[in-house]
């Protein structure tokens, strides 16, 4: 075993982190011999929910947990990190519109991305959950301009995971019988679920998922639906929004940065648009099909887009560049 790494999870008094924290702990992520420290970042009304939560990891008495640090100090939670997984953000309340939202969570994240910037290890990779995500994730890179851009990426992977698994369960496969589906733009109703490139395996052979399926309303229509509005189904049957899928996702997310995706298989993230051959618009933060090889991501290239595609893709970067702007001008006039 060598060199702990340092880990912050935000919003670790909230119920994804609770969570999130044993998986990590337990070497789901970062593998099975490579000994952590966690940091747990929460507001000061919350400390003492986070002694609970230090005390029930210690209980846990795992073997590559080497210490854990919980704190509501910006300067302590993001010194040295290798790794920061942002997830507390300002939920929306009722009545809330997502402009408030943004104003709420584009002063947390620029101040996030300046503790990165002053704290942090230059290489640290850092994963924004809270919502709006992908805005979020953008205020907090620019808010840390020493830190490559690249290192900065949102959450799209839980809406990758509801789409694998809304295949297979249609086709009656495993959702590991699917494979590159893509999620392109915004983590919010607006984002587009493509399966055009994705295939399944039926039966020991590859198909392509329409030819698998063979009902193309349902996969233009119901399919995006569902998937596009699944995180308000869970909060209207639960009552409380998901956790346990969205902690999942974030361990698959932050396990592919580590150690790279399967050969043959593209994964879905919110990352910087710069330089994508898609003609989505650059320094938005936009999910893209990414492979990932040596904790460093790629734009899966020279997909073919039709115009269904097209339309779809261009809407979800319209209301990426609305939030966009809505932040910047918070940001100037704070």
């Known amino acids: 075993q060598g060199e702990p790494i340092r880990v912050l999870v935000t919003g670790a008094a909230g119920q994804i982190a609770y969570s999130l924290l044993y998986s990590i702990a337990k070497g789901d992520v970062f593998g099975k011999d490579q000994p952590l420290v966690l940091v747990l ?15 029930e990891l210690q209980d ?17 939670a993001f010194k040295d990190l290798d790794v920061a997984i942002l997830v507390g953000s300002m939920p929306r309340k009722e009545g809330m519109e997502r402009k408030d939202l943004l104003q709420a969570n584009a002063k947390i994240f620029k101040s996030q991305g300046a503790a990165l910037d002053k704290y942090a290890k230059k290489t640290v990779k850092v994963v924004v959950v809270g919502n709006p995500a992908n805005t979020n994730c953008l205020i907090a890179s620019k808010s840390a301009p020493s830190i490559p851009k690249e290192n900065f990426s949102c959450l799209t992977r839980l809406d990758h995971n509801r789409a694998k698994s809304q295949i297979a369960l249609k086709l009656g496969v495993t959702a590991n019988d699917v494979k590159n589906v893509i999620i392109w ?32 309303s349902w996969l233009k229509g119901d399919f995006i639906l569902t998937v596009q509005q699944r995180g308000a189904a869970v909060i209207k049957a639960r009552k409380l929004s ?7 996702a974030i361990c698959d997310h932050v396990r592919d940065i580590w150690f790279g995706t399967p ?23 936009y999910s ?42 918070f940001l100037s006039s704070a």
Request: include cysteine; charged fraction near 25%; charge should be negative.
């Open 60 to 76: 846990c008495a795992l073997p590559l947990l080497r210490e854990v640090i919980p704190t509501d100090k910006e300067e302590v």
């Open 242 to 248: 998901s956790a346990m899928s969205a902690a999942k």
């Open 185 to 216: 733009g915004n983590h919010s109703s607006t984002q587009y679920p493509d399966v055009t490139h994705a295939k399944v395996n039926v039966k020991g052979k590859e198909v392509g998922v329409y030819e698998a399926i063979k009902d193309d």
């Open 263 to 285: 050969a043959g298989e593209f994964v879905s993230m919110g990352v910087i648009s710069d330089g994508n051959s898609y003609g989505v618009p650059e320094d938005l933060l």
């Open 41 to 55: 970042l929460d507001i000061t009304p919350v400390m003492t929910v986070l002694d609970g939560i230090v005390m």
């Open 288 to 329: 893209f099909p990414v492979v990932i090889k040596d904790k460093t991501w790629k734009f899966v290239e020279g997909l073919p887009i039709n115009d269904f595609s097209r339309e779809k893709m261009n809407l979800t970067a319209k209301e990426l560049i609305e939030e966009k702007e809505t932040a910047v001008q």
